[in-house]
């Protein structure tokens, strides 16, 4: 049977010096010290990296508590490219 993780997932925002508790998400896997990650904060979906992982396991069951820094968006999507004149 696989394991069925919780991630308890706080973020901060650069600069600030306390984590705000955010989202909950299942995952089959434990997360990475470093690892960067999705999550929902209210309607928007920001990226964050893993900064402190606080593990608790119990028989086929791991929660993890998640302290992640965010990471400044600048408003711009992966894959994302300003357009040129040649696109109008």
């Known amino acids: 049977m696989a394991r069925s993780n919780i991630w308890h997932i ?7 010096t306390e984590f705000k508790s955010v989202e909950a998400q299942h995952r089959s896997r434990e997360p990475q010290q470093g690892e960067v990650i ?4 209210g309607a928007k979906l920001i ?7 606080h593990r ?5 069951t791991g929660t ?3 302290d992640a820094e965010q ?3 600048r408003g ?3 894959g994302h490219r300003e357009a040129d004149e040649d696109d109008f």
């Open 47 to 53: 990226r964050a990296k893993i900064v402190h992982i």
């Open 10 to 16: 706080k973020t901060r925002k650069p600069g600030e």
């Open 56 to 60: 608790s396991l119990s028989g086929s």
């Open 38 to 41: 999705e999550v929902a904060v």
């Open 76 to 78: 711009k999507r992966p």
């Open 71 to 73: 990471i400044e968006d």
């Open 64 to 66: 993890f508590e998640i």
